[in-house]
Nanobody, 125 residues
Framework: VQLVESGGGLVQAGDSLRLSCAAS????????TGWFRQAPGKEREFVAG????????AYADSVKGRFTISRDNAKNTVYLQMNSLKPEDTAVYYC???????????????????WGQGTQVTVSS
């Protein structure tokens, strides 16, 4: 499985960004997927997850109400719309793909086997 993220950048607090992650190598629509992030000096943390059809989603409390995860199975792509960005959202963002099919949203890092290269999001105050 190959995952390629795009859409990161430098923005000001309050701005929006949309991250994209294009997947190849598996039947994308058969797997849940998710976004994680890692800030400098911190461990990687769950941001958002989505089920195969997109019918269920889950978010970290820190981003709930500001971020939206979605997917387009026809394009093998998962998105993360980030609104009302804050300086504390500054991190490298990774999309992740599991090795096994599941029925629900996957929140744990060890549920995922494949990771993108990451895209930097920097939010200035």
């Amino acid at each position: 499985v190959q995952l390629v993220e795009s859409g990161g950048g430098l923005v000001q607090a309050g701005d929006s960004l949309r991250l994209s992650c294009a997947a190849s190598g598996r039947t994308f629509s058969e797997y849940a997927t998710g976004w994680f992030r890692q800030a400098p000096g911190k461990e990687r943390e769950f941001v958002a997850g989505i089920t195969t059809s997109g019918g269920s989603t889950a978010y970290a409390d820190s981003v709930k109400g500001r971020f939206t995860i979605s997917r387009d199975n026809a394009k093998n792509t998962v998105y993360l719309q980030m609104n009302s960005l804050k300086p504390e959202d500054t991190a490298v963002y990774y999309c992740a793909f599991p090795d096994r099919r599941s029925f629900g949203v996957l929140r744990k890092e060890n549920s995922y086997k494949y990771w993108g290269q990451g895209t930097q999001v920097t939010v200035s105050s």
